[in-house]
């Protein structure tokens, strides 16, 4: 079967390749892919900024956001043949640690996890793959390709989660959301926000291309400015980004007894001056909170499917920019003006 693999470490090294079937050591839940998204973790990976492959294999199958159909389920399960899933990225480490043991490996302590397409396991950008029932979540057929979008939807489904958790210590109302970034997390955690009755606005530079009309369409506002002018008063800030500047500014600008969750990750070297002392000031004085997150769990992820299976098809269609063939992967790799997500289609 064909696969897109690369060598972790090794830039430019991307293949598309004939690979052996997944051996059922994987899992009893055998599934046909039918796309995949590309994101900018799988374009760091390309490059050989990350990633690692299986232990005792030197190439690693990409791909962690996933669309597939079952083509092999046991009984009882809880899937059967024809349905249509997304596979969970991240897999409990063997110890396990608390966190896995309790089926919240988001959250793994000993760092010992493995993530399909990323760390220790083979991707999703294989024709077939395997995996256990626990690690396939079924989607509504109706979503169609759409439910490419699980992924990374789930990711803004734990936030806004742990949004919500936090902001349950005091009697505490929010109205106004900060969005930081219109790509296809920004856009995400936006469309969550609607959905929670917020007032929602979502900051980006560029002036032109899709993003300004999503965003409207969504019934939130967009913001090219600064992040003071776009988000002063803000309750919450879903910084979608990793850019210090923005990360700062979320800081400054989150209203009293705020929440500020950080989900984009910070590159590079540079460094801005920051006054630590005014700025624990004001967290301190005004209860703010500022976390992290990353990835999600399966409560996560059916917590994502709801939400896409709620919200405007036409509108989700949108964000899917382009379709890129299977043999002609590589171009879903060359940014294009109008992009969103790009999609590899398996079928």
């Not at 490996?105 to 760092?111: F, K, L, S, V």
Request: net charge neutral; proline share 7%.
């Amino acid at each position: 079967m064909r696969a897109i693999t690369v060598e972790p470490g090794k830039p430019r090294s991307g293949l598309l390749e004939d690979i052996p079937e997944p051996p059922v050591e994987h899992g009893p839940v055998l599934v046909k892919t039918l796309a995949v998204g590309v994101c900018g973790t799988d374009l760091e990976i390309l490059e050989g900024a990350y990633g690692f492959a299986p232990p005792g294999k030197a190439r690693l199958v990409i791909g962690h956001e996933s669309l597939g159909e079952v083509l092999e389920a046991p009984a009882g399960c809880g899937l059967e043949k024809g349905d249509w899933v997304v596979g969970v990225v991240r897999h409990p480490d063997p110890v396990p640690c608390a966190s896995c043991a309790a089926g919240e490996c988001d959250m793994c302590r000993n760092g010992q996890y493995s993530e399909r397409g990323i760390k220790s396991a083979d991707g999703y950008a294989s024709e077939r793959y395997r995996t256990r029932p626990e690690h396939a979540v079924a989607v509504d057929r109706k979503l169609g390709e759409r439910g490419v979008l699980l992924e990374p939807a789930s990711v803004v489904a734990k936030a806004w989660e742990q949004i919500e958790r936090i902001g349950a210590r005091t009697s505490w109302k929010p109205q106004r959301v900060l969005v930081t970034g219109a790509g296809p997390i920004g856009l995400l955690a936006a469309l969550l926000g609607v959905q929670r009755g917020l007032e929602v606005r979502v900051l980006d530079r560029v002036t032109d291309g899709p993003k300004p009309g999503l965003v409207r369409d969504l019934g939130a506002t967009y913001h090219t400015g600064s992040v003071q002018e776009a988000g002063a008063g803000a309750d919450v800030v879903l910084e979608c980004t990793g850019d210090d500047r923005l990360i700062h500014g979320a800081m400054q600008i989150v209203a009293p007894v705020g929440v500020v969750c950080l989900t984009g990750i910070s590159m590079g070297e540079r460094m801005i001056p920051v006054d630590i002392q005014r700025l624990n000031r004001k967290m301190v004085l005004e209860n703010s909170v500022v976390f992290g997150t990353v990835t999600a769990n399966r409560r996560h992820f059916q917590a994502a499917a709801a939400s896409l299976s709620t919200a405007d098809q036409g509108w989700l269609d949108r964000l899917i920019s382009r379709r890129v063939p299977l043999h002609r992967w590589t171009d879903a790799l060359v940014r294009q003006p109008a992009d969103v997500k790009p999609v590899v289609t398996f079928v």
